[in-house]
């Protein structure tokens, strides 16, 4: 079943509005209010936490419009799951691109964004709590994400998987084997 453009569209959109209202306001909030509930100031000036903020959220940007594409049109699926329920699940195992450096690119965006708006918003908890939500969201991709990629691509999987780290970028990117 071929996903037609608008379908790619929607899903595209619909992503990038949980990610900025859901997400990145919701990152902003449990951190400003544990930042007032322990008292804590900001962590940084204002012209150097606005531009390291600016800095990382168009890093996060670029990571997770960058995976989000080669979802979309390489692994013709959307980025959308929910415990390893999948909106429109990739029919193809996308292995290029920045998934070709980590496989989990969109979540090292997210990151990016999550400690962009912990600066913008001067929060010490912001920063404390963007990498304890790496830790959880790597539980999470491995628990729920991996199985299902694993179901559906099988030893194309498993051989992706075991030269491409789950969070952490390496430098040369992966090429898989010829067939």
Known sequence: MAM???KAVIGLALSVVAVAVFLLAGFWFLATLIDRALGWGPILGTPISQV???TALLIGLFWVTWSYSYLVFVGEGLPLEWFGVAVHPTRVLVTTGPYAYVRN????GLLFMGLGVACVAHSLAGVIL???IGVLAAGYLVVFEEKGLARR???EYFEYRRN???LI???APYMPAAK
Do not use: D, Y
């Open 4 to 6: 037609g453009l608008k």
């Open 52 to 54: 390291l903020g600016a």
């Open 105 to 108: 690119p969109a979540v090292i």
């Open 130 to 132: 963007a990498p304890v």
């Open 153 to 155: 691509f099988g030893g």
């Open 164 to 166: 491409v780290p789950l």
């Open 169 to 171: 970028p390496k430098l």
